[in-house]
């Protein structure tokens, strides 16, 4: 059987992680083999740490993007599964990342010389920046990181409206107005990935045939890099001892306000700060999309542990070395309140590079 390609864009804290965990439980209910490739520009990644602990079979391209390392993504792909492929691969870019039909879907169609098929090309929209940019008010981003938001919809064979179970529905409408003056033409699915609301119809585009992936756009690549640069990155893992039982959900949830907080006293704005804590068996996940909307602790899990790990990614409008004094800071803060050492295992922090595609195919 060929396998079937899913790729899942969006922004930075769209909501594609969650989407790709739901849709990955959706299919292998239906019988079928799944494996999920995640994507970063370097190690420690939260997202590939929070699907394998949800049992996923997750491959990983770390350290550059699935355009800049097609490589990397076709040779991760072919290890998914046991001896054969599975029959749904989902695969995650990076956020921030843009005109991945010219990039990837147009290669694996064109170049890759293996048979897949592949899918109609979503991309979630993140209402708390997108009503913004859509409406043309400061998002808290540059306009060159607004730029990048637009291409992302721009290239899409259909555009996700996501966390309709938190949203006004006078915004799902405005939304949709925005999208159909500025994207005229794209289907547009409203749902939600948390609670599965709407993910009928995601799926049944999902499995559509037809005359997608060929939105191949023109783009300057300047800007791009541009918008991209103006996000600071941090990855890092930290070793946490206590001499007491602490509560894992409560040490994340104190972690990601007090950066929350430090954020918006010192205005950088959180494209997606997202931290996961393992122990044992069990993991919590929280995380801040945005400054306004505040932190959450999206996977409780109600451990009471004396050692954990604890995986921080940052994206934020800051430079990296701020971002990285900031993480250290309130990482060292929230320790103390459990009377707690912390060893740092790994700590990278930098701007992303310019994107220098692979492949960058035109032809339909
Ligand atoms: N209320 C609500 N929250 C959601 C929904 N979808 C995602 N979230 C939350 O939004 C946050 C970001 O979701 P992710 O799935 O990690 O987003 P992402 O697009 O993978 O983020 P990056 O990989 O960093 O680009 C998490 O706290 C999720 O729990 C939704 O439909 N409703
Ligand atoms: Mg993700």
């Given at each position: 059987?060929t396998?079937?390609?899913?790729?899942?864009?969006?922004?930075l804290?769209?909501g594609?992680?969650?989407?790709v965990a739901?849709?990955?439980?959706?299919y292998?209910?239906?019988?079928?083999?799944?494996?999920?490739?995640?994507n970063?520009?370097?190690t420690?990644?939260?997202?590939?740490?929070?699907?394998?602990s949800?049992?996923?079979d997750?491959?990983?391209v770390?350290?550059s993007?699935?355009c800049?390392?097609f490589?990397?993504l076709?040779s991760?792909?072919?290890?998914l599964?046991?001896?054969?492929?599975?029959?749904i691969?989902?695969?995650?870019?990076?956020?921030?990342?843009?005109d991945l039909?010219?990039?990837v879907i147009r290669?694996?169609?064109?170049v890759?010389g293996?048979?897949l098929n592949?899918?109609p090309?979503?991309?979630?929209?993140?209402?708390?920046?997108?009503?913004?940019?859509?409406r043309g008010?400061g998002?808290?981003f540059?306009p060159?990181?607004a730029?990048?938001?637009?291409?992302?919809?721009?290239?899409a064979?259909?555009?996700?409206?996501?966390?309709i179970?938190e949203l006004p529905?006078?915004?799902?409408?405005?939304l949709q107005?925005?999208?159909?003056?500025?994207?005229?033409g794209?289907?547009?699915?409203r749902?939600?990935?948390?609670t599965?609301?709407?993910?009928?119809a995601?799926?049944?585009?999902?499995?559509q045939?037809g005359?997608?992936?060929?939105r191949?756009?023109?783009i300057?690549?300047?800007?791009?890099?541009?918008?991209?640069?103006?996000l600071g990155?941090l990855?890092?893992?930290v070793?946490?001892?206590a001499p007491?039982?602490?509560a894992?959900?409560?040490?994340l949830?104190?972690l990601i306000k007090?950066l929350?907080?430090?954020l918006v006293a010192?205005s950088?704005?959180?494209?997606?700060?997202k931290?996961i804590?393992?122990c044992?068996?069990?993991y919590?996940?929280?995380?801040?999309?945005?400054n306004?909307?505040g932190p959450e602790?999206?996977?409780?899990?109600?451990?009471t542990?004396?050692t954990a790990?604890?995986v921080?990614?940052a994206r934020v409008?800051?430079?990296p070395?701020?971002?990285e004094?900031?993480?250290?800071t309130e990482l060292n803060a929230?320790i103390?309140?459990?009377?707690?050492t912390l060893?740092?295992t790994?700590?990278q922090?930098?701007?992303?590079g310019?994107?220098?595609?692979?492949h960058?195919l035109?032809?339909?």
């Amino acid at each position: 059987m060929t396998p079937t390609y899913i790729m899942i864009g969006g922004f930075l804290g769209a909501g594609k992680t969650t989407t790709v965990a739901r849709l990955a439980r959706h299919y292998m209910a239906l019988g079928k083999n799944v494996g999920i490739v995640t994507n970063d520009q370097t190690t420690d990644l939260v997202d590939t740490r929070n699907l394998r602990s949800q049992g996923f079979d997750v491959g990983e391209v770390a350290g550059s993007c699935f355009c800049c390392n097609f490589n990397a993504l076709t040779s991760t792909v072919e290890q998914l599964g046991t001896g054969q492929l599975p029959e749904i691969i989902l695969a995650e870019p990076v956020g921030s990342c843009t005109d991945l039909v010219a990039t990837v879907i147009r290669p694996l169609a064109q170049v890759y010389g293996k048979p897949l098929n592949i899918a109609p090309y979503g991309v979630i929209l993140k209402p708390s920046h997108g009503i913004r940019i859509l409406r043309g008010e400061g998002s808290g981003f540059s306009p060159k990181a607004a730029y990048i938001f637009r291409k992302q919809i721009e290239e899409a064979d259909f555009v996700v409206i996501n966390r309709i179970d938190e949203l006004p529905a006078a915004d799902v409408t405005e939304l949709q107005t925005l999208l159909e003056r500025d994207y005229p033409g794209r289907p547009i699915i409203r749902c939600s990935a948390r609670t599965g609301e709407g993910f009928h119809a995601l799926t049944e585009m999902l499995d559509q045939k037809g005359q997608f992936g060929r939105r191949v756009m023109d783009i300057d690549y300047d800007l791009y890099a541009e918008g991209e640069a103006e996000l600071g990155w941090l990855n890092s893992q930290v070793a946490v001892h206590a001499p007491n039982p602490f509560a894992l959900d409560e040490l994340l949830l104190d972690l990601i306000k007090r950066l929350h907080a430090q954020l918006v006293a010192t205005s950088a704005e959180a494209a997606h700060l997202k931290v996961i804590g393992l122990c044992d068996s069990s993991y919590a996940v929280a995380n801040l999309v945005s400054n306004a909307a505040g932190p959450e602790l999206s996977l409780s899990s109600v451990a009471t542990t004396r050692t954990a790990d604890v995986v921080v990614n940052a994206r934020v409008a800051a430079d990296p070395v701020t971002l990285e004094q900031l993480v250290r800071t309130e990482l060292n803060a929230a320790i103390s309140t459990i009377n707690g050492t912390l060893t740092v295992t790994s700590m990278q922090s930098f701007q992303p590079g310019r994107p220098v595609p692979t492949h960058r195919l035109n032809s339909q």
